[in-house]
């Protein structure tokens, strides 16, 4: 069984940066997607980094480009997220999730597993 534990989030002042990590265990060897999610209250779910274990390639949005980045650690299948000049704008439960079959990465319905998500406030 896919497991995803995600860690760190919490709070930040405006300008700050932060770094969310989300360790999978019972991946097979099989490529797949590790993308971050993250969902605002009232807001749809929006993807807005993506990594594929395939090639090693990350996707973002246009409006992440510039401030989220996502890599990995093989050795003990750690995936981070470091997010930088935060606004408070980027308020919302940041979660991890993974799948298979995907197109595109931002679509939320093709994910398998996710993560229990972590919440990231940013004040002013």
């Known amino acids: 069984q896919v497991q995803l534990l995600e860690s760190g989030g919490g709070s930040v002042l405006s300008g700050g940066s932060l770094r969310i990590s989300c360790t999978a265990s019972?991946?097979?060897?099989?490529?797949?997607?590790l993308c971050w999610f993250r969902q605002a209250p009232g807001k749809e779910r929006e993807g807005v980094a993506c990594?594929?274990?395939?090639?090693?390639?990350?996707y973002r949005t246009d409006s992440t480009m510039d401030r989220f980045t996502i890599s990995n650690d093989n050795t003990n299948n750690t995936f981070y997220h470091d997010i930088i000049n935060l606004s408070t704008e980027d308020t919302a439960v940041y979660y991890c999730?993974?799948?298979?079959?995907?197109?595109?990465?931002?679509?939320?319905?093709?994910?398998?597993?996710w993560g229990q998500g972590t919440q990231v406030t940013v004040s002013s």
């Open positions: 999730a993974a799948g298979w079959a995907v197109r595109p990465w931002t679509n939320a319905r093709d994910y398998d597993f």
């Open positions: 019972g991946v097979s060897d099989r490529a797949y997607f």
């Open positions: 990594f594929y274990t395939g090639t090693g390639m990350t």
